[in-house]
């Protein structure tokens, strides 16, 4: 029996202490599609799902590092980029994917704000990053306020004008995300092709970690050889299962999503030990 060797794909982002986004939730969804998961990390931030109280940028020097460690032993099928912080940080993420074989698939999250409210990226690196990182995107996945920040827009543009203007600044495709708008409708658009792509909305305060899972699959599903636009359909679909099966009874704010159907594996094993419990209950009597 031949056993497939699972393709590898590299979170270069933040670490969430609270579990529910960046680098931890990125290493769940790749998981959930099958494949290695490795990572990079930018910053560390004291997190919940209540706030971000503290964030520790990573030198630079350390990034490419980590970048470098796994790169030249295990290899890269793809990669994730998520939050990013400040222009030092951006122009090291670019030299270390300018030192990776040409071709590899880079997915773009713009992480800007947090899902509690907290700036993630300092305003003066937005210039930085759309000159450094988005010719060097196959896609990015902004969702419809970072969209606008990128490109300086009021709320004045319909998003499929956002999704072409983005696009024309270096990405080969672009997938701004449904999650802030009155239907829960992705757009994407590759330059020639321009597509919704639509789901269930799934009232919830359990989305904590949506944005960073559906560029993570879209990720790990390219390293797979999927195009971006089929890529984009999975990410849309599982990460909309990971809401749907988000996980409100965590912390006191907004609950982490669940791809890997954490909550439904929890009750499982405590209905098995409570059996367990009250067999072993019976023989000792």
């Not at 960046?22 to 990079?40: E, N, P, R, T, V």
């Not at 270096?170 to 757009?187: K, L, M, N, S």
């Not at 971006?228 to 912390?251: D, F, T």
């Amino acid at each position: 029996m031949t056993v497939a060797t699972p393709r590898c794909v590299l979170s270069i982002a933040g670490s969430d202490s609270g579990g529910g986004a960046g680098i931890q939730a990125d290493l769940k969804a790749f998981a959930a599609c099958g494949a290695h998961g490795m990572s990079a990390i930018t910053a560390i931030t004291a997190q919940n799902t209540a706030g971000v109280t503290a964030v520790h940028p990573i030198p630079p020097e350390i990034i490419i590092a980590q970048v470098r460690a796994v790169a030249g032993d295990i290899g890269v099928d793809a990669v994730k980029i998520g939050m990013l912080g400040d222009r030092t940080t951006i122009e090291a993420v670019a030299q270390a994917l300018d030192e990776l074989p040409s071709g590899t698939p880079v997915v773009l999250d713009p992480v800007m704000v947090a899902e509690s409210g907290a700036q993630l990226l300092d305003p003066e690196a937005g210039d930085t990053l759309i000159e450094l990182l988005l010719p060097r995107a196959t896609v990015i996945t902004p969702n419809l306020p970072e969209a606008r920040a990128l490109l300086g827009d009021a709320g004045e543009r319909e998003i499929e004008t956002l999704a072409r203007e983005l696009q024309a600044l270096g990405p080969a495709a672009v997938v701004i995300t449904g999650g802030h708008r009155e239907e829960a409708v992705d757009v994407f658009f590759d330059g020639e092709r321009l597509e919704e792509l639509t789901g269930p909305r799934h009232p919830s305060n359990a989305a904590h970690g949506s944005g960073c899972t559906h560029s993570s699959v879209l990720a790990a599903r390219m390293a797979y050889g999927d195009g971006p636009l089929e890529a984009a359909r999975e990410a849309k679909r599982l990460a909309s299962l990971a809401v749907a099966q988000g996980i409100h009874e965590i912390g006191a704010g907004a609950g982490p999503v669940d791809i890997l159907g954490i909550a439904s594996k929890a009750h499982k094993t405590a209905t098995s030990g409570a059996s367990r419990g009250e067999s072993a209950g019976r023989v000792l009597t």
